[in-house]
């Protein structure tokens, strides 16, 4: 009788793990869908057109920069200009940048060379650069694989002005696919990334931002001491929403989605990428990122096949393969599919289960190294995301 009741309850927290790791795949998938870009969404009227500097730090050659960039020099907003930051003026990307530049001539722009450090944060150096050149109310931050649609501006400057923000950040989706690794990309982005972020702020009332589209106001980052202040970390996107929140200064998610352009990334190259980014949550909130696998369905799987004895076959196919569903029901909604098209709906059940395996691979990296390979250089991560060069952040004491 014993053996029997322990195995029966054996069998039920299996399938109950399951069961709750499909259920956070199904409200992600609802509230990616519920938070769709809508077109037309981004066209509102302005009671007022505050100047905008737009900053954007390069290195190398991203996919598809050239479109990239006349997205940005494009967007539609009549009171803007654009600094670039790159290494050296011998960057391969700056013929790139030299030719979006001449195509929009009445288009304020400058590049500067603002060089590479791996002693601080890379990208806040070169924002730091860029800050010394800025004449604007608002500083809009993007990463350099980042298109963006000619509405997006006014509709981040509409929600800055409505709702009194400090930071207002977009949501991204990845696109441009056209290579198994990008497709992996993109569905790492549309589901896995897109639905942690929707789910935080919707659900946990968490103030989780991604930085790869920032509108921030220049008088309240100004209160630090302008981006500077967060030099000291990695995980600069994290610690301005905190810093910012701590001050009592609103930070906002804007429903206007940004394309985040993966076209021929590898495999080794996607791995690689979120690796990184497990470390960087490990460091910032390690019992939460011991949560993890839960998000990880084919892991809940894989765990608990040995305990569902003749269950296991069919629960795990039905789980499969509503996994599967939910990842075409996303990517339908969000639609970043603009690679090849027919190839990413082929391809994406595959890519789906490779994704899953290689998250789980990737979970347990931060358990072994405390290393990324990031923007051209290998840096050491410490507590919260500290660059540990015999220094203390300001930000690792409340300040």
């Given at each position: 009788?014993?053996?029997?009741?322990?195995?029966?309850?054996?069998?039920?927290?299996?399938?109950?793990?399951?069961?709750?790791?499909?259920?956070?795949?199904?409200?992600?998938?609802?509230?990616?869908?519920?938070?769709?870009?809508?077109?037309?969404?981004?066209?509102?009227?302005?009671?007022?057109?505050?100047?905008?500097?737009?900053?954007?730090?390069?290195?190398?050659?991203?996919?598809?920069?050239?479109?990239?960039?006349?997205?940005?020099?494009?967007?539609?907003?009549?009171?803007?200009?654009?600094?670039?930051?790159?290494?050296t003026m011998q960057d391969p990307?700056?013929?790139?940048?030299?030719?979006?530049?001449?195509?929009?001539?009445?288009?304020?722009?400058?590049?500067?060379?603002?060089?590479?450090?791996?002693?601080?944060?890379?990208?806040?150096?070169?924002?730091?650069?860029?800050?010394?050149?800025?004449?604007?109310?608002?500083?809009?931050?993007?990463?350099?694989?980042?298109?963006?649609?000619?509405?997006?501006?006014?509709?981040?400057?509409?929600?800055?002005?409505?709702?009194?923000?400090?930071?207002?950040?977009?949501?991204?989706?990845?696109?441009?696919?056209?290579?198994?690794?990008?497709?992996?990309?993109?569905?790492?982005?549309?589901?896995?990334?897109?639905?942690?972020?929707?789910?935080?702020?919707?659900?946990?009332?968490?103030?989780?931002?991604?930085?790869?589209?920032?509108?921030?106001?220049?008088?309240?980052?100004?209160?630090?001491?302008?981006?500077?202040?967060?030099?000291?970390?990695?995980?600069?996107?994290?610690?301005?929403?905190?810093?910012?929140?701590?001050?009592?200064?609103?930070?906002?998610?804007?429903?206007?989605?940004?394309?985040?352009?993966?076209?021929?990334?590898?495999?080794?190259?996607?791995?690689?990428?979120?690796?990184?980014?497990?470390?960087l949550r490990y460091h910032l909130?390690?019992?939460?990122?011991?949560?993890?696998?839960?998000?990880?369905?084919?892991?809940?799987?894989?765990?608990?096949?040995?305990?569902?004895?003749?269950?296991?076959?069919?629960?795990?196919?039905?789980?499969?393969?509503?996994?599967?569903?939910?990842?075409?029901?996303?990517?339908?909604?969000?639609?970043?599919?603009?690679?090849?098209?027919?190839?990413?709906?082929?391809?994406?059940?595959?890519?789906?289960?490779?994704?899953?395996?290689?998250?789980?691979?990737?979970?347990?990296?931060?358990?072994?190294?405390?290393?990324?390979?990031?923007?051209?250089?290998?840096?050491?991560?410490?507590?919260?995301?500290?660059?540990?060069?015999?220094?203390?952040?300001?930000?690792?004491?409340?300040?």
């Amino acid at each position: 009788m014993i053996p029997g009741y322990f195995t029966g309850m054996v069998h039920l927290l299996a399938g109950g793990l399951i069961v709750l790791s499909m259920g956070f795949a199904c409200l992600y998938a609802a509230l990616i869908v519920i938070h769709r870009p809508r077109p037309g969404a981004s066209n509102r009227p302005l009671s007022r057109y505050p100047r905008v500097n737009v900053l954007l730090t390069l290195r190398h050659m991203d996919d598809g920069l050239e479109e990239n960039l006349s997205s940005v020099f494009s967007c539609g907003y009549p009171n803007y200009s654009v600094l670039l930051a790159v290494d050296t003026m011998q960057d391969p990307c700056i013929a790139t940048v030299e030719r979006v530049r001449s195509r929009f001539p009445g288009i304020s722009s400058k590049v500067i060379a603002a060089g590479h450090t791996q002693t601080s944060n890379p990208k806040i150096s070169k924002l730091s650069r860029l800050e010394r050149e800025c004449d604007a109310e608002l500083f809009w931050v993007l990463d350099s694989d980042i298109r963006v649609g000619p509405g997006t501006l006014s509709a981040l400057v509409h929600e800055y002005l409505v709702r009194d923000a400090g930071i207002v950040f977009s949501p991204i989706r990845g696109d441009g696919a056209r290579t198994f690794g990008s497709i992996l990309e993109m569905s790492y982005l549309n589901f896995f990334l897109s639905g942690s972020v929707l789910c935080a702020w919707n659900l946990m009332r968490q103030r989780v931002i991604v930085g790869k589209s920032l509108l921030i106001d220049r008088q309240a980052i100004d209160q630090f001491g302008g981006f500077s202040y967060f030099a000291d970390v990695l995980a600069e996107d994290h610690w301005l929403g905190e810093a910012f929140a701590r001050s009592g200064i609103p930070v906002r998610c804007n429903y206007t989605w940004v394309d985040n352009i993966k076209e021929s990334s590898s495999v080794a190259t996607f791995f690689n990428r979120i690796a990184r980014w497990a470390k960087l949550r490990y460091h910032l909130k390690r019992p939460l990122y011991l949560l993890e696998p839960l998000l990880n369905p084919l892991a809940i799987i894989l765990l608990c096949l040995p305990f569902l004895g003749k269950a296991a076959m069919p629960i795990a196919g039905a789980a499969l393969l509503l996994r599967i569903v939910l990842e075409y029901i996303v990517l339908l909604a969000v639609e970043g599919h603009r690679g090849n098209r027919i190839a990413v709906l082929c391809a994406l059940p595959a890519a789906v289960l490779a994704k899953d395996l290689l998250m789980i691979a990737a979970y347990v990296m931060p358990f072994f190294s405390s290393t990324i390979n990031w923007r051209g250089g290998s840096i050491r991560i410490g507590r919260d995301t500290l660059i540990p060069f015999g220094r203390e952040s300001r930000l690792l004491d409340g300040a």
